[in-house]
Structures are given as C-alpha cells and as structure tokens.
C-alpha cells in the first residue's frame, strides 16, 4: 500500500480556504476529486498547515495512501496537473516511507505576510498583498519581529474560543524584508502555529509600525495574554504559506 | 480649459479590454464614469494605446480636457483611486498643455509579453503569463529580437482585415530577458504597433523557438508578407503596455 507525498501550490483568491466543506470550492475537494479520478476510489488527504479562505501557498504539502497499483510519481504529478484548475499546481509529488504524514511528521511550517506599502496600490497586488498607504516605521517592525524569535504563549494571537490545547510555540526565525521598495515581506518560521496566528501577530505590530502601539507593549503580549489585548486579525490576501520542513 | 495626463495600470483579466461598450466593463468605461461623477458631467478620454481584453497596462496614458474648475492633480488622482475598482489604478495625474494629446503626442509604445517556459504552471501566473511547458532554443529567440530593430514592414503580423493603412513601423528595441529562471520576458518599442501586431510576433518567434520554424523565415516575413505566412496570434493575457513615451 504505497503512501506519496505531494507538494502544492495554489492562488487562494477562489478557494474557500484548503478544508473540504460540501458545496464549496476548497483545495482540499479539488485536489481530493482529481485523485479520486485517477485512483478510481475515494482518496483522503492529510495536510501539514490547513489555510484559510483567501490565503495562498507555495510550498503546501499533503500526504495519502491510496489501496491500489503503485504509480510512477512523474505520471502522478502530470496526471493530477491535467485534472486540477488553473489556480492550483501539484508542483512535486513522491513516493514516502509507508508512515510519512504530512502533518504529524512536520518539523516546522514558513509562512510570509505581504504587504504593500506605498500610497497607490498597484492593480497586480489586490488579492495577493495588504495594501498599507500610511507610514510605517520599519526599525519599529524589526524590533517586533527580533521579540518573536525562541519560545512563547501566543494566547493573544489566537481566537479566545478555540480547540487549541497548547498555547507555547517556538519560533525559529521572524524577519521582515524588502525585496522591492514598498514591499514589505514578513516571514516566520516556527514548529506550528494556531488558528489565525500570523495574521493577529501582523495586525498587532502594524500598529506598532504605526505609531499606536509601543514595541515593548507587543513584547509584554508575548508572555501570555488574553486575545483582545493584541490588534486586528490582518486579512488572509497577503498570507502566504511558503514551505514546510521534514528532518 | 484644463487639459490633464492621466497614468493607468490595469490588470487586465475583468476587463473587455480599453475601449467603451455599452453594457461590458472596460477600462474606459471604469476610469470614464468616475471621472464623470468627479467632474459632474461626461468627459472622453483619448488613450496612448487600446489593448484588448486580457491585456495588462503597467504605464498605459490617456488625457482629457474638461470644462469646469481647475483641480489640483493631487486631489483628482486621489478621487479618481477612490472610485476605481481594485484592478484600475491611476498612478499619476497631471495638468498638461492644453493641446496635449496622449494618443498624437506619443513619440513610442513599450510592449512586455510574458512567458513561463517551465514543465508546471504557477497559479500565480495563470492570468500573467502564457504557460510554455515545451524547451525553447533562447538563443534562437534572441536572433529573432535582434532582426526585428530597425524599420519593417509588419504586414504579416496584422490581421488581413484591417482599419490600418501604413504598415512600416520603426523598431527603436526588441529583446528577450529571463529575469528569473523559467520566466521570459519579450519587450519591443516602436514609434506605433499594429492591432495583435506583438502577439503575432510572439506566436511566429515561438514557432522559431520551438523548432518549427527558422529564424531566416521569420525574418523574410519582416518585408511585407501576407498574414497567413505568420504563425499564431499568441493569447492577450501575456501581453503588458509598459510605458509610452513623449517628447
């Protein structure tokens, strides 16, 4: 019963998010429908970081095991690029160990947030950035971002009702860079994240990075703290998840 | 009577292309209506280069001349961008000489087609650039670029039925760049282009790139050659108006 590991991208704009949900268009369905059709039987996907409606990825990876012939992994993947929709590419697919899961055996997912900030938003960046007009203190998002690397309780960062047991992270790199002038990227890496995580923690230092809220407040967050002491939840069209690690 | 130089960028994928039709979107029925709500009755704009549905404008220019108060530019551009749907920007408004003409004036037209030359097609890329998952000889295609500069007449690049009646065009630059791998940029200026005059030219250079054609056959087409000689009309959605240029 051989298990195959599929690595995925896709342009969230359309899907309402990656979970399958009846009667709507999600990654998971349309990547699920086009493996049930090669594989001629329901097929279950398990997924290292489940996205929200709006937000992208990159470098998604998935997993199953499928109870038939072994397929050659380069006729899997031109297969399934044939039956998914222009806004969704299997990028690699391969054959993994008989236990690989996606998920469980992830040792830690990238995300970035984009940001355009600049006056006058360009037409090309409506879906895929935040557009930010106001002035934004980038030494002060820095220093937001520098707080956020080692080990911390985001219980501020995540919707008070929630299923998460386990409010410690641990974050192995945070940055923001600026690939071109008035594109802002915020990257973070760490072992997991909570519902919602990155886009709290980008709402809360767009405040700082505004001048409404101090640097130190936002590292005093990080001990610990109830949700509406954080900012805004920033939209999911500037999140992107861009890879994901396996030792 | 002030006379003013608006600067667009579209995305081009919602629209039915630049010019007016009763009961389609387009960019100037968009940017017309609200200019016209601005101004508090109809204003026609002239525009530096129509393109046509799926075609994207980085630096598209278009003027008006409007009978009612003097406006500061800083203020029409920021009403203007406050009434225009988020994949229509105007990136730049000015007052101009009151003969300006954006269309007569125009002294030359650049041109950007984008191609992805890889195996898998990027979501992000499904409206941006054509996808060409076959090898392409790059070097066959510079020598197509390179026998473009200069004067020509572009006959076999323009649809037989036409409005046209001049068809030389003066070449000032042709060249393909990769500015990351897999991704192909062709970008051409001339003093004027012809209707799908650079798609037919990409269609045609395609063919030399694939080995389907040579490179001396794409050049004799150069000196007035019946339409059907060429090769394909290549799709709108690659096609990019970068900038236009004045005196």
Chains 1, 2 share one sequence.
Do not use: K
Not at 4 to 14: K, P, S
Not at 99 to 106: E, I, K, L, M
Not at 139 to 166: I, K, N, S
Request: glycine share 8%; charged share 30%; aromatic share 8%.
């Amino acid at each position: 019963v051989p298990t195959y590991r599929l690595d995925i991208a896709y342009e969230g704009t359309r899907f309402r998010g990656w979970s399958r949900q009846p009667g709507l268009r999600t990654v998971q369905g349309e990547l699920e429908d086009a493996l049930g059709r090669l594989c001629r039987g329901p097929v279950e996907l398990t997924v290292a970081g489940r996205t929200d409606a709006g937000v992208h990825a990159l470098g998604q990876v998935a997993s199953f095991t499928v109870p038939s012939e072994r397929r050659p992994p380069p006729t899997l993947l031109r297969a399934l690029n044939s039956l998914t929709p222009p806004d969704l590419s299997v990028t690699a697919a391969g054959e993994v160990a008989d236990d690989f899961d996606a998920r469980r055996d992830a040792r830690s997912r990238r995300y970035r947030y984009r940001i355009e900030a600049r006056p006058i938003a360009s037409p090309f960046e409506s879906d895929r950035a935040l557009h930010w007009p106001q002035e934004l203190d980038r030494a002060a998002l820095q220093r937001c971002a520098a707080a956020l690397t080692g080990t911390h309780d985001f219980t501020a960062f995540t919707p008070t009702e929630t299923t998460h047991v386990r409010f410690r992270r641990d974050v192995i790199e945070a940055r923001f860079d600026e690939p071109e002038p008035g594109i802002l990227h915020f990257e973070i890496e760490a072992d997991a994240f909570m519902r919602n995580m990155v886009r709290v923690l980008v709402g809360t230092m767009l405040e700082v990075g505004s001048g409404r809220r101090r640097v130190e407040d936002f590292q005093a967050l990080l001990a610990g703290r109830p949700r509406p002491e954080a900012g805004e939840t920033a939209p999911a069209h500037g999140l992107y998840l861009l890879r994901v690690s396996y030792d």
